[in-house]
């Protein structure tokens, strides 16, 4: 059965420190994959996705996400964090012949000014 | 563009109880696909309709079911309430077709408390 690990539950960073947070999955076949946000008090939010070609792309407000298709990969980072980006972060995997997102457990980030 | 719409925001049912939640999906797309997502936790697939049709089911068991109309949007239905069915339910549209068909846009979901 497919699944999505996500390393970092909690991580606490000050503002301008680099960020990556870590995701595998379990599929032997072709993926896309993608990274959500949930800000405080609001709805997910698709922050990039990864279907085919350059595996490093790029996402909205500087994040970035490089897929390791050996390692079964697809860490989030960003080069340097604003208090903003303080939110719940969800990498998401679904196998090409089906709809269904499958979710980590997520990563609470919070930055600190 | 109106984004993914649901009701009611919040809802307080006692156990046993059925429950029926609604979703407008995202002008253009014609796919709805629901999720339970429990407290700390990762969404949770439940199940996804394409053109009136379900296309897709997760772990779920039959009391919970769903319906999508000839407009797309989409109604999850949940009988015989459980304790452990306290959840945020999301629902998420997308184009049904395409690459763009994996590319899923979520609303604010409804809060489901069970006591």
């Known amino acids: 059965a497919q699944s999505v690990s996500q390393h970092n539950h909690h991580v606490i960073l000050s503002e301008a420190a680099s960020l990556e947070l870590g995701c595998n999955y379990s599929?032997?076949?072709?993926?896309?994959l993608f990274w959500y946000v949930q800000y405080p008090g609001q709805h997910l939010q698709l922050l990039l996705k990864?279907?085919?070609?350059?595996?490093l792309v790029k996402g909205i407000k500087g994040f970035e996400a490089e897929f390791i298709k050996s390692k079964f990969s697809f860490n989030l980072r960003k080069p340097s964090v604003q208090w903003s980006d303080t939110a719940e972060y969800f990498c998401?995997?679904?196998?090409?012949?089906?709809?269904?997102?499958?979710f980590g457990q997520g990563t609470t980030l919070q930055v600190k000014p | 563009e109106t984004g993914v719409t649901q009701s009611p925001t919040h809802l307080i049912k006692t156990r046993g109880q059925q429950v029926t939640l609604r979703c407008s999906s995202q002008?253009?797309?014609?796919?709805v696909s629901w999720y339970q997502q429990a407290l700390g936790q990762g969404p949770q697939f439940i199940f996804q309709y394409y053109r009136e049709e379900e296309n897709g089911r997760g772990n779920f068991p039959p009391r919970f079911s769903g319906l999508q109309f000839p407009n797309y949007s989409s109604e999850l239905n949940v009988n015989a309430l459980e304790l452990d069915d306290s959840a945020l339910y999301l629902c998420?549209?997308?184009?049904?077709?395409?690459?763009?068909?994996?590319?899923?846009?979520f609303g604010p979901g409804t809060r489901l408390t069970v006591t």
């Open positions: 599929y032997g076949g072709t993926v896309n």
């Open positions: 002008s253009g797309h014609n796919t």
């Open positions: 998420a549209s997308s184009t049904g077709a395409g690459p763009s068909s994996y590319e899923q846009y």
């Open positions: 990864y279907f085919s070609g350059d595996p």
């Open positions: 998401a995997v679904n196998a090409r012949n089906t709809g269904k997102l499958i």
